[in-house]
């Protein structure tokens, strides 16, 4: 097992296809080619991060996200965002979000506070 840091695109490269190999494999935890892929993809989930970056989704469209995940209406955002006709507005980016309804989303729909607070 070669494991080093991958510090070049074609390192990057050569570990996915090793990473793809192993994943078709499908390696038992805890043998030796199940710790290479564990390793392997942490390795590039690191050079993946750092190397592309991804920004952070517009607020109202994770929240519909989320809403079409759940099977969701515009009811059933009520007791996040208040009155149906609040949830609307929202939604139609009438009105910005509040502090309580950021609080209530994150904790009620698992949405990251840092996806609700971004600037939409």
Do not use: C, W
């Not at 995940?69 to 007791?79: H, I």
């Amino acid at each position: 097992m070669d494991i080093r840091p991958l510090h070049t695109e074609q390192d990057y490269n050569d570990a996915l296809k090793v990473l793809s190999a192993l994943v078709d494999a499908d390696p038992a935890p805890g043998t030796a080619e199940g710790d290479h892929l564990e390793i392997l993809a942490t390795l590039v989930e690191n050079y993946e991060s750092h190397h592309f970056p991804m920004e952070l989704p517009d607020p109202i469209e994770a929240i519909k996200f989320r809403m079409e995940q759940e099977g969701l209406s515009a009811s059933d955002m009520r007791p996040y965002l208040g009155n149906l006709n609040r949830v609307y507005e929202v939604l139609n980016r009438k009105r910005g979000l509040s502090l309580a309804m950021i609080r209530r989303l994150n904790r009620g729909l698992k949405i990251p506070a840092e996806v609700l607070i971004a600037e939409a």
